[in-house]
């Protein structure tokens, strides 16, 4: 009985195909648009952590002032020095690696051109500590750290609008001129595109010591870049690394931190719940389609009835029961949801993979919102079919055989 009540209700839904397909195109909209935002979402998020894992892992940032950014520090606040990162290293449990950092803007030239780029100064561990990697060439030996050697490790998109172009000319092993000093460059960096501070590969890095003695003719240290270990937990860790600072800057009781520590776990976590919560909210707007779709189909098959009295009459008149009827018109309802669903699914990934590349985010792919969008579609035709189907059982079989 049951595979021909389901054989009977699709071939209602073959008989009209314009009209079944008008009637579940809410629902393709409603099912692709869920699975799309959703699926976009999830890629929006990956590519924020991606981008802060590309910063480097478990991190803490260290600035003088009390935040990061314009404005933050002000004249009267002291600087880092390099005691501070090996009083760091040596007395924080839990820190795997310290990295003292300056910086300064400065125009390099070599190979007849010139370009504008920040020169970043500092140790071996800042290579470590970043996640940089070298696509050629090597990084400073101990030595060339400690004597402040003429030597720099540059970004691709240094070493492409410097020797990009140039037929046999890679940049390594060239010279390069920063403000007023020669260097030789002796590796060229893994390039890792844009990041939340900008492009990550315009740089030039050199030691610290040459950084100090040739660029900026200061001892000051912008930045103190600290990785902890595996499974260290940030929270005392920062607590202790801030109880050390305000020993070694002298800072009483009743005064406020000259100093500011930023955790770029916090804030993966932070843009990622903050990814989550409106990914849910875009899938509820975009859910709200589905309703309307399942009132098309319910309109629909109000109308589907009442087009069908007589024929439901006869089905009754002759011996049909009223579960088979309701079951009729129910598979039918449902047959158009879910079919709706299956083709938004089909939508809505191609969808998000073509906008995945136009918005440079990973394709998320997500079985389970998939399926349970198209649970939810059958489901749709189950709630809103139910009162059509429910009316057609329960006609009186002369008054429908008498209807014209």
């Not at 008989?15 to 890629?43: E, H």
């Not at 000051?220 to 870049?225: K, Q, Y």
């Not at 409106?278 to 399942?294: C, D, E, F, K, M």
Request: with cysteine; glycine share 12%; hydrophobic share 50%.
């Amino acid at each position: 009985m049951l595979f021909s009540v389901f054989m009977l209700a699709l071939r209602s839904v073959r008989r009209n195909l314009l009209r079944s397909f008008l009637t579940i195109l809410g629902i393709v909209i409603g099912v692709s648009a869920v699975i799309t935002m959703v699926t976009l979402g999830k890629g929006a998020t990956r590519a924020i952590e991606d981008k802060i894992t590309s910063l480097g892992t478990n991190l803490l940032i260290v600035s003088p002032g009390q935040r990061i950014g314009g404005g933050g520090g002000g004249g009267g606040v002291p600087q880092f020095t390099e005691a501070d990162a090996e009083a760091i290293a040596a007395q924080i449990g839990g820190v795997a690696a310290v990295a003292p950092q300056g910086q300064a803007r400065a125009t390099v030239v070599a190979n007849g051109r010139n370009w504008a780029t920040t020169v970043t100064g500092s140790t071996t561990e800042w290579f470590a500590i970043g996640n940089w990697a070298l696509a050629a060439g090597r990084a400073f030996a101990p030595d060339e750290q400690q004597s402040g050697a003429a030597v720099c490790v540059i970004g691709e998109t240094v070493r492409r609008e410097l020797y990009g172009g140039t037929p046999g000319v890679t940049g390594l092993g060239e010279a390069l001129r920063i403000r007023q000093f020669s260097c030789s460059v002796i590796g060229i960096l893994v390039p890792k595109g844009q990041g939340g501070m900008g492009d990550q590969d315009d740089a030039v890095i050199v030691p610290l010591h040459t950084l100090q003695r040739r660029v900026t003719g200061s001892q000051r240290v912008s930045f103190l870049v600290v990785s902890m270990a595996e499974g260290a937990d940030s929270a005392p860790l920062k607590a202790s690394l801030g109880q050390l600072l305000r020993e070694r800057r002298h800072l009483a009781d009743s005064d406020d931190d000259n100093f500011n520590i930023f955790d770029t776990q916090q804030l993966a976590e932070t843009l990622s719940s903050t990814m989550g919560v409106l990914t849910q909210l875009l899938g509820a707007v975009a859910a709200v389609s589905l309703l309307v779709g399942g009132i098309g189909i319910m309109n629909i098959m109000l109308v589907s009835v009442t087009e069908r009295t007589r024929e439901i009459g006869l089905r009754l008149a002759v011996g049909a029961l009223e579960g088979e009827v309701l079951l009729q018109f129910l598979i039918e309802a449902v047959v158009l949801s879910a079919l709706g669903g299956a083709v938004g699914v089909v939508v809505a990934t191609v969808a998000s993979w073509a906008l995945s590349g136009v918005m440079a985010v990973p394709y998320a792919f997500d079985p389970a919102i998939n399926l349970l969008s198209l649970l939810f579609s059958a489901a749709i035709g189950v709630l809103f079919g139910y009162f059509p189907a429910r009316r057609a059982a329960r006609m009186d079989p002369i008054e429908a055989l008498r209807h014209e």
